[in-house]
């Protein structure tokens, strides 16, 4: 054994030890050979002030090749080059500053060579401590730093990243991570003294490989990406001339099927098995929701007679979802079982107009219009009208349910008093309703859903929108923008599919605000 720490060993061989103390039999201890630990580390305050609070804790961990911590605590021997300075407790670490100068902190594990030094600055002026001050992060995701200022009474600080592709910090020391690993600094300034900084090192990993691909074609005006079918992404390519083009890519490169009808224009939303939906024109009428089925290459009008307009939102397990307009009746959320005369009107009987949006299994979601309330109530049923749920959260002003998959719903929602979206979740029913919007965003939606995962986008920064991934609540979120090219300013997701053990999540990303500068298709993978 070359050391004990505070529940490790360390050794050069592998053994089966029992630790027994005093009256204790026998307790639980982890055990690693020395051959694991690759370097060590010590976290503490490079500048410490004689106005703080007397003494001042150091802490050294053990690490993996992979950066990782296997241990920390006792075991290592802790020496001071100015003890005039900057004295030192051999075996803790507890440190307590004596007089300005500076000192070389070395932290040794016992019993190898070793070794982590800290240089540290002992002032009487204003000092900023960051905690943690070694951090990683997986890329796109965020982390939460704290900062301590001593020597004044004024705790505010600014917080910056020293690179400039290293990320995001917000003024509440929220790191997020850029997309690219790599080991970057996070930085908290005093606001009263600006030369009294503290710095901590964060390593930036992506251990669940996250890739970003640009789908849009070149020469075309502008592309959207709507969903996900079969690991594949759908929707639709603008060309000069010829307009839009019902499109699905073949994979991650520009190379799309285009399936809009001889002669006409379309463009896809959703898809399953064989069969894809949309919209197409021209097939009869102006404008009409369309069903393509792949193994007989028809393309099927879902326009039940008498229609002005139809649209077709969504696909799952041979049922579409959209909706239909009759001229002087208004728009009334539709089902369809893969023919014009299979429409079932979704429309609430105390609805004066409705929209479904998305379809899983036997239940539909969207919007419903009811009279004498001041917008859009999010909707969910199981096929009939009668079987409308209302899941507008106590208090909003109008929410929105946009896809749906397995008994999650998700979209947005908004409340009179903070006018702006919150990208929402719910689970059946209006009580059980979650606001997902990460706590830095000023605003934020989510668009789709599936397999316990949702995306959407959230504005972290002024007019510009970043395509976003939550796991359920609002601290999961993963910012999926970062992965793109720098060229892109804002990103929204509308889809996500799990297919051979792999994530697909596609969208759009803009060189401008999203929305004005023209959409260009995009997908992200995981795995």
Known sequence: ILALTDGAIVGRVSRTIVV??????????????????????????????????GTVQYTAYARDISGLTLFTGGGFGWTSSNGRALNVDADTG??????????????TLKGTTLTASLDVAVVTTVVVSVSPTIATVQAGEHFDFAATVTGVSDQGVTWSVDEATGGTVTQDGTYLATGVPGVYH???????????TAVATVTVA?????????????????????????????????????GSRAAAWTGTSTAYDDYSPPGGNGWLVDGDGNQLVGSAWPLGNDFDAALWTLSTGAITSLNPPGVSQAE?????GGHQVGDVSFLGQG??????????????????????????????????????????????????????????????????????????????????????????????????TAASWVNLEPKNSDFSAALGVDGGEQVGYAQFKPFYDSAVLWRGSPDSYVDLHVFLPDMFKSSHAFGIGHFGGKTYVVGAASTGEFGVAPNQAVMWVKG
Do not use: C
Request: net charge negative; hydrophobic share 45%; glycine share 10%.
């Open 20 to 53: 027994r103390a005093g009256e204790v039999e026998q307790i639980d201890v982890s055990a690693f050979l020395l051959s694991e630990v690759n370097d060590v580390a010590i976290e503490g305050p490079s500048r410490v002030s004689l106005l703080g609070d």
């Open 312 to 316: 077709v939102n969504g696909i799952d």
């Open 331 to 428: 728009v009334f959320a539709s089902l369809w079982s893969g023919t014009s005369d299979s429409w079932v009107n979704l429309n609430p009987p105390s609805a004066e107009a409705s929209t479904a949006y998305g379809v899983d299994g036997d239940h539909q979601v969207g919007i419903a219009t009811v009279p004498g309330s001041s917008g859009s109530h999010a909707s969910l049923w199981t096929g009939t009208a009668d079987s409308w749920v209302d899941l507008t959260p106590a208090g909003s002003s109008f929410a929105v349910a946009r896809a749906v998959s397995g008994d999650e719903q998700v979209g947005y929602m908004e409340f009179p008093a903070i006018e702006h979206l919150h990208a929402s979740l719910w689970k059946g």
């Open 94 to 107: 507890l440190a307590i500053p004596l007089f300005p100068g500076t000192s070389t902190l070395r932290a």
């Open 206 to 242: 992506n251990i669940a490989g996250w890739h970003a691909y640009v789908l849009h074609p070149a020469g075309a005006d502008s592309s959207t990406a709507y969903a996900v079918w079969n690991g594949r992404a759908v929707g639709k390519v603008v060309l000069p001339l010829q």
């Open 186 to 196: 996070v930085r908290a300034t005093s606001m009263v003294d600006t030369s009294a």
